[in-house]
Structure formats: structure tokens, C-alpha cells
């Protein structure tokens, strides 16, 4: 049972999401809470905390109306008896940030995903819902590949590869295929570069990841 954050941090096999969700929620609080010049490692680690393998947004359906979607985020762990799912999602940027074809927002791939607790300003507890995302940054200004139509992606440098972010930002869910993987001989073996299908709608997202 996972019920605060120190108790987060412990169950992070990975170093470097450790020390990103570390930092990264850290941040967060600061700015958001009613301590925002000073919270100590102790306060910070019983910070109530909650883990949720997958969130509902507001999508955009063919028609312009408004569906509820679930984007999963199970890590390591099976979804309702199956495979493991983390889904890509599209994540608003800040306005200067347009990316081409992209219209300002970025495929990140969900990673853990959790719900904190926060007093604020006024004395009143709020809930917050962070996520740790692998992001990407578009190749050739996000402009879309004259043959496929597509964008591309790559994997972001090591210093902002993994984030922390509210999941407010979440705009729709996003179909990623992999066009260039490390090989598991000389690398690592994960994947590196990715092509955005920006030509699929919610009904066949759904046949592919369900």
C-alpha cells in the first residue's frame, strides 16, 4: 500500500525516476502549497499521497463533442488481467512552444501516476494529480515528413527526458509508433525515435489499445 510519498520513493526501482519524481514533485509543492519558501524532506515525504493506474480527460470526439477518455498508466503491473499499459497522451506546452503541425502540445508516454494532498494559501486542502512522463521533442520543427505525412519524434536529451507535470495539461490521448529502436546488443535497447499517427480518431484508438 502505497499511502504517502516517502513511501513512493521507495517503491521507484529506477534511480533517475527516483530522483525526478523527487525533485519534480517537490517543485510542485512549493509553488502550490501554502509553503512555498521552505518544505523539509520529512514534510515532503508524509505528504498524503495515492497511486491510480489511469485517470479519465476530456477528449474532443469526431463530431466536436466532449467524451471522457481513459488514458492507463500501470507501470509494471497488468491492466485488468492483461498486458501492462502505459499510453501515449498529448500534453499542452507553453505558448511560445507552437511545434508545427502539433499545435503547441507534445506525445509524452505516461509513466507513474499519482494524486497528492496540498493545503493551500487559504488554509484548505486541495488534491493535485501528477504524472512522471517520458517526453519528446519533434524533429524539423514538427513541420509534417512530405512522404508520410507525418511528424516525428525523438527522445528528449537526459536532462529534461522524464518530467513531472500536472495532468491538467493532458489535452487527448496520442497513437506513437516506434520507427527506431537502440539495438539490445549496443544500447539499451528502448525506443528512440517514434512517428505521431495524427490520423487516427478515438473509436480505432480504442479498438487498437483495448
Known sequence: MIKDFRALLDNTQDAT???VIYSGTREFSKHKSC???YMSDEQLHAMELC???GIKVQVEGLEGECISQMCRCTGSQSWRG??????????????ERCHGALNGRL???LQPLF???LQNEDGAFVEYWLALALTTIPENSANLDPVSKFVQLRKAPAAVALQVFSVGNIVSCAHVITEIATSSKTGDGRN????VNSHIDLATWNDVYN
Open 115 to 117: 494524486k497528492i494532498t
Open 107 to 109: 506525445p509524452w508516454l
Open 192 to 195: 528512440e525515435r517514434w512517428i
Open 35 to 37: 509553503n512555498k519558501t
Open 17 to 19: 525516476h527516483r530522483t
Open 51 to 53: 497511486i491510480h493506474h
Open 82 to 95: 492483461g498486458d501492462r499499459r502505459n499510453d501515449w497522451v498529448c500534453v499542452k506546452q507553453r505558448p
